[in-house]
């Protein structure tokens, strides 16, 4: 009986419950040194892998505007805005993302920003460090290659 | 008879020494609030008094036919309370007062219209159970016990009455029967009763009456119906200006902020709670319930009474409340999250027949969380760091603030030189879209030879969002260096294209030492285009134009005509109207500070006004706020209408129709 009331005074104590501690699906994005965001153009299932193995290449995650929140894609938590996080990685890169001023407010502290879209006037490319015009499907490929080939070489590199 | 005097005497004196009670058990609750002022200006207030119960000027209106049945039923009570007094008086001297004694012009004439009024009033009652019980209206509780006794009350106590008088003209002992129609009708089914008999149903129907009355009296102070005794002091103590600001705070060490408890709120906060008639109408123009949110503006109302009866009569002896106002999720208790939802569009106050000021109690309650507690929703964390860092709700470094003149030349605003000041405003500076506003308005303002410059990167937010957001600590920050910029800067008129900057610089800064005359940007353009100053052509292939009524612009400061007679001139003939334009305007949901909250019950407001204005098969939507611009424009690219539709302000019209 004495080892039960002993055993139980050993156990933690609950001082708080905090719910959806691990809402979503657990990651937390604002601790990430690099970011994919998926923006509404890019809202798509079927390409979500190949933009989730970009982020994996690059050490880091997916991310996505408040529209593909919207849109059911991905959770709440991986939204970068003003009604979202606040991020600051070391590298951003916005998929078809427009860059309008509530999600910009949640990215603008990153080192690098990196924008792939089809339009040159999108607010996100003017304030882009880097910004790639084209279409994401036929960019995004090429970039995942071109990684692959310098881990690759990388690895491969006995000096 | 002497037996029936001294009854009914003891009976009266009883039934109004306990709804005399009753009434100060409620009142002297009221008295728990705050001191407020509502007794400036009396000349304009007993008008007030006047005009609106006696011509129910506010029970009818388009929207709301059915406010005509009240009406009907207010004008009937108002000439049977001489009748009811006459009864009373009656009962108690009977020898010394009836309307009998009067001449039988005077007699006959009150007879008649006591008996006409009667019937009117029954099928006033009639229809009111008809209308809830087959077509009740959405957003009460039509079917409530406390409606259908009152209805019931008021009914028997009109048969009572016809009953009454029947049986007196079916004994032979009634003068005025000849000018009793009603009353005659009903006496020809008495025909079969014996004279003992009329006299027995006299007696009975005169003693149903009595108790009704008493009753009716009453149940009063314990049912909604209490609107009767608060509507005439309501619009006595209602607020003569618009409900455009909110009051400032005294920050003293010590102080209570917000209201987070029932007695903090004003006495006539807590008045309105009692003046409620559940009539429903602020609900039903509300975007928060219309979209399915939790906040119901009625039932905030209606909380804050329970509130009061549960927690007053403790408070009133110095004892610990038991009800929390801010929380719970029961009667009496106020959720947080109903009260994050109010966009503040002020739909409520314009509709209310009472002049009940719904939404400032909300803000009242957002002080007490956000200044007593830091309890509020985790998106605004952001917003108000940026705002106290940067002085912009996005945190931009605010060199960025002229970024939107690169490509045009802009002066900087110099005292004694420059004429107007052009407030850009954060949203104007910094939002993309709205950019464009900005330079359109600054073309025009050049093209009409107007003297204006800007304050650069020195200019800081306006302060909207933090005051409607119950941040008033960081607001009051902020205007004061704004005011002390303003007035180093020789600044007294200043130009806005932001309905919330323009507000907020009109109607809040003047509760702080400072003269600004502030100019929305319709209403200068409307201005000039008067005088002749802007040359116009017809702005061509803009296709069918509906226009949107901004909150800040339309409802709390009654501009509707300039930004329509400006598009007149701008496109040759007046906009389509929305179903719901000029004072029943549906907000675009961004008011209040929730242009920076997550959307998180519910449909989103902008998405429900958004399909309101597509049922109009526009092709351009007018607008003059750039909340509303961010939220038609978000709003049209979600319905996937972003490509037939576009959304321009009235400042980039005007430009294309200039020569």
Known sequence: ?159 | MLPSIMLFAVVFVAAIALFGWSCFKRFRLVALGRAENRCDNVGKRIWSMLLYPFTQLCTITWRYPFGFNHAVLFWCFIVLLIANAEFLLNGLFPAYISISYLPDGAYFTLAFIFDIVSIIALLAVLLAVIRRLAFPPANIVARSRDAFVILSLIAGLMIAFFGMHASHIAHGTERAAAYMPVSSLVAGWFSGVSAEGLVVSAGVFWWIHAIVLLSFLNYLPYSKHIHILTAIPSCFVRSLEKINSQTREEFKKGNVFGVGQVERFTWKDLLDSYSCTECGRCSDVCPATFTGKPLNPRLVIHDIKANLLKNGPLVASNREAVLPLIGGDVEGSISEEVIWECTTCGACVEVCPVFIEHFPKIIDMRRDLVEMHARFPEELLGFFENMEQRSNPWGIAPAERTKWAAEIDVKPFEAGKTEYLFFVGCAGAFDARNRRTTLALAKILDAAGVSWGILGKDELCCGDSLRRLGNEFVFERIVKENIKMFTERGVNKIISHCPHCYSTLKNDYDQYDVELEVIHHTELINNLIGEGKLNLDRAEDLGKMVFHDSCYLGRHNDIYEAPRKALVSAIGHAPTEMKRHHKIGFCCGAGGGRMWMKNRVGKRIDMARVEEALKEDPETICVCCPYCMTMFVDGLKDENADDRVQVLDLAEIVVRALK
């Open chain 1, 1 to 159: 009986m004495k080892a039960w009331r002993e055993l139980y005074a050993l156990l933690p104590r609950v001082i708080d419950f905090i719910p959806r501690a691990t809402e979503g699906d657990g990651v937390d994005i604002t601790r990430v040194l690099a970011l994919v965001v998926v923006g509404k153009g890019a809202c798509d299932a079927k390409n979500l892998p190949m933009l989730e193995e970009l982020a994996k290449l690059l050490g880091g995650t997916i991310g996505c505007s408040r529209r593909v929140v919207e849109s059911g894609l991905l959770p709440y938590t991986r939204q970068v805005g003003q009604t979202g996080r606040t991020v600051v990685p070391k590298l951003y890169i916005g998929v078809a993302v427009s860059g309008a001023v509530q999600h910009l407010v949640g990215m603008q502290g990153a080192d690098k920003i990196i924008a792939i879209n089809t339009d040159r006037q999108a607010p996100l490319v003017q304030i882009a460090d880097y910004a790639l015009i084209g279409d994401y499907l036929e960019i995004v490929p090429r970039l995942i290659k071109g990684l692959e080939e310098r881990i690759k070489n990388f690895k491969g590199s006995k000096k």
